[in-house]
């Protein structure tokens, strides 16, 4: 019984022996070859194959899925990474060096030239520059902006400034809060922003006179000169725009991300840029909107930040009086003549004319 089943098996293993000599032979295979080199019998690349599939694979195409969800079968998205290049390299050096910038270009500023003064000083009289509903229409939108300044500026430098200070747990419940006041106040800002350009746009139309304010800087680089302005001077109006236009546009950016794969402005945007000469994608995924989105919401945001600071020095400690505008809406009148003259005149004018009107 014993020899019969040695003898068997020695059979068994003569005859695997031959096929594989066979094998060998004929298909001209190498097993170790086979393992070193990633080839495999027949026709099949195996290993060799992995730089045409990866490259398939970086370029985003898909394959097929049970999932849900035009993206669900996309393995890599590679604009993933030029998004993050973008958004950790050019926007957050940029960034910071704008903002950081002005400021070290305000204190510089400060220490040259010192606290613009009422040249006249103050006359002990006022006029009103500003009504409560003007007041409350500034203050709305430019307290909702320094909140979601600071929340924004949070996402990009947070964990890098904040989270060393103060900690994980404290950073992340300051992180949560920073969110839910970054969503809901954006509501109070658009509110704001809104209000702002219907009380205001009419004083806001470039003309003539703004070119010699212009021309004279504004009276802000030598003591004793005060150009003509009316209510708004060129540097306001150039601030008026800028947080319209720019506050509009992070509006639009931030309900695209505030609802998510629900918008297509930037395909949109581009196939009217690609009419004027401009050479840009229009078959954008959801998900690559979502990317520009990002880049361009905090890209305005970062220019808004950098004007809105400059505004705040000369509203406040760079010039005498003008905080007043916004406080209690009355300013000095010697302040309102240096600074708005023209405006002075027609608001004079007028009530010259209301008092003279009932005697008539």
Same mark, same amino acid.
């Given at each position: 019984?014993?020899?019969?089943?040695?003898?068997?098996?020695?059979?068994?293993?003569?005859t695997l022996?031959?096929l594989?000599?066979f094998l060998?032979?004929n298909l001209?295979?190498?097993p170790?070859?086979?393992?070193?080199?990633?080839e495999v019998?027949?026709?099949a690349?195996?290993?060799?194959s992995d730089?045409?599939?990866?490259r398939?694979?970086r370029?985003?195409?898909?394959?097929?899925?049970?999932?849900?969800?035009?993206l669900?079968?996309?393995?890599?998205?590679?604009?993933?990474?030029n998004?993050?290049?973008v958004?950790?390299?050019?926007?957050?050096?940029?960034?910071a060096?704008?903002?950081?910038g002005i400021?070290?270009?305000l204190?510089?500023?400060?220490s040259?030239?010192g606290?613009?003064t009422?040249?006249?000083g103050?006359?002990?009289?006022?006029?009103e520059?500003f009504?409560t509903?003007d007041?409350f229409?500034?203050?709305?939108?430019?307290?909702?902006?320094?909140i979601?300044a600071?929340?924004?500026?949070?996402?990009?430098?947070?964990?890098?400034t904040?989270l060393?200070?103060?900690?994980?747990?404290a950073?992340?419940?300051?992180?949560i809060?920073?969110?839910?006041?970054h969503?809901?106040?954006?509501?109070?800002f658009?509110?704001?922003?809104?209000?702002?350009?219907?009380?205001?746009?009419?004083?806001?139309?470039?003309?003539k006179?703004?070119?010699e304010?212009?021309?004279?800087?504004?009276?802000?680089?030598k003591?004793?000169v005060?150009?003509?302005?009316?209510?708004?001077?060129?540097?306001?109006?150039? @601030?008026?725009?800028?947080? =319209?236009? *720019?506050g $509009?546009?992070?509006?639009? #950016? %931030?309900?695209?991300?505030?609802?998510?794969?629900?918008?297509?402005?930037?395909a949109?945007?581009f196939g009217?840029l690609?009419?004027?000469?401009?050479?840009?994608?229009?078959?954008?995924?959801?998900?690559?909107e979502?990317?520009?989105n990002?880049?361009?919401?905090g890209?305005v945001?970062?220019v808004?930040?950098?004007?809105?600071?400059?505004?705040i020095y @000369?509203?406040s400690?760079? =010039?005498? *009086?003008? $905080?007043?505008?916004?406080? #209690? %809406?009355?300013?000095?009148?010697?302040?309102?003549k240096?600074?708005?003259g023209l405006?002075?005149k027609?608001?004079?004018?007028?009530?010259?004319?209301?008092?003279?009107?009932p005697?008539?």
């Open positions: 019984m014993l020899t019969s089943n040695l003898i068997g098996n020695k059979v068994i293993g003569f022996a031959m594989l000599a060998t032979i001209n295979v190498n170790a070859a086979a393992q070193s080199k990633g019998p027949g026709q690349l195996g290993l060799n730089a045409d599939l990866w398939f694979i370029n985003g195409n898909s394959g097929n899925t049970q999932l849900k969800g035009e669900a079968a996309v393995m890599i998205q590679s604009e993933g990474d998004w993050r290049a958004r950790n390299g050019p926007v957050s050096v940029y960034g060096v704008g903002v950081l400021v070290v270009l204190a510089g500023f400060y040259w030239r606290r613009i009422i040249d006249a103050p006359s002990g009289k006022t006029i520059r009504g509903i007041r229409a500034h203050w709305l939108m430019a307290g909702s902006f320094v979601l600071i929340t924004g500026l949070n996402l990009l430098y947070g964990r890098y904040l060393p200070l103060l900690g994980p747990e950073y992340t419940a300051f992180s809060a920073g969110k839910y006041a969503n809901y106040l954006s509501f109070a658009m509110a704001g922003l809104t209000l702002s350009f219907f009380l205001w746009v009419k004083h806001n139309i470039p003309s006179v703004d070119v304010w212009l021309k004279a800087g504004g009276g802000l680089f003591k004793g005060h150009p003509p302005a009316r209510k708004f001077n060129a540097g306001q109006k150039i @601030i008026f725009w800028a947080v =319209m236009l *720019g $509009l546009s992070i509006s639009l #950016s %931030g309900i695209a991300l505030l609802f998510p794969f629900q918008t297509a402005m930037f949109k945007t009217v690609n009419m004027i000469g401009f050479d840009l994608p229009t078959a954008l995924t959801a998900l690559q979502q990317q520009l990002q880049l361009w919401h890209i945001s970062l808004l930040m950098t004007i809105i600071v400059a505004h @000369i509203g400690v760079g =010039m005498e *009086g003008a $905080l007043d505008a916004m406080n #209690s %809406g009355k300013v000095d009148r010697n302040w309102a240096e600074h708005h405006w002075v027609e608001v004079d004018a007028a009530a010259k004319t209301a008092k003279a009107s005697a008539e």
